[in-house]
T-cell receptor, first 113, second 110 residues
């Protein structure tokens, strides 16, 4: 069964460093998403991406964040200069048409020291 | 924006017991999903259920979209059912992103 994959599973970085989180969505899906979950809190939407551009973003998704689909399979989230409060689990998701079932990856746990 | 509430916030059960988890939402939706977050933090997709009833083994779910709620039923609970259960909704005609509820933390004791 096709699934969304994410790498790395855990990333530790120093405050101020750049990180790139990687996702491979399900191959025939067209809509891609990033969500994050700070430890002990609920899951929050960051950004959605369709047709090679951002379709929607939340207030959390400020200038420090960017997304890219560098090739036909990968979908990345970059944080330019990490802060302590960026420590969270980051989930990638995809769906085939928008307004359909979203499939989530296993997450990347980001720890900023 | 849309408000999503889940109840109860915490639930402790003995193994073998049944339970009902509730999700209320404040506006019309065109997508609703239930997830189980396991101890490793992974979100396991349980049901895609914008309306109607579905069953998968010991779990079933019902969404009554017109009354803005969904229920998740767990029967004959097992210790492996422990974790946090989230419902997430996509607001009708308002983009494709999910708004998650705060979750119900379920502990099943042996």
């Amino acid at each position: 069964e096709p699934e969304v994959t994410q790498t790395p599973s855990h990333q530790v970085t120093q405050m101020g460093q750049e990180v790139i989180l990687r996702c491979v969505p399900i191959s025939n899906h067209l809509y891609f998403y990033w969500y994050r979950q700070i430890l002990g809190q609920k899951v929050e939407f960051l950004v959605s991406f369709y047709n090679n551009e951002i379709s929607e973003k939340s207030e959390i998704f400020d200038d420090q964040f960017s997304v890219e689909r560098p090739d036909g399979s990968n979908f990345t989230l970059k944080i330019r200069s990490t802060k302590l409060e960026d420590s969270a689990m980051y989930f990638c998701a995809s769906d085939s048409e928008g307004y359909n079932e979203q499939f989530f990856g296993p997450g990347t746990r980001l720890t900023v020291l | 924006g849309i408000q999503v509430e889940q109840s109860p916030p915490d639930l402790i059960l003995q193994e073998g017991a049944n339970s009902t988890l509730r999700c209320n939402f404040s506006d019309s939706v065109n997508n609703l999903q239930w997830f189980h977050q396991n101890p490793w933090g992974q979100l396991i997709n349980l049901f895609y259920i914008p309306s109607g009833t579905k069953q998968n083994g010991r779990l079933s779910a019902t969404t009554v979209a017109t009354e803005r709620y969904s229920l998740l039923y767990i029967s004959s609970s097992q210790t492996t059912d422990s974790g946090v259960y989230f419902c997430a909704v996509e607001r009708d005609n308002y983009g494709q992103n999910f708004v998650f509820g705060p979750g119900t933390r379920l502990s099943v004791l042996p």
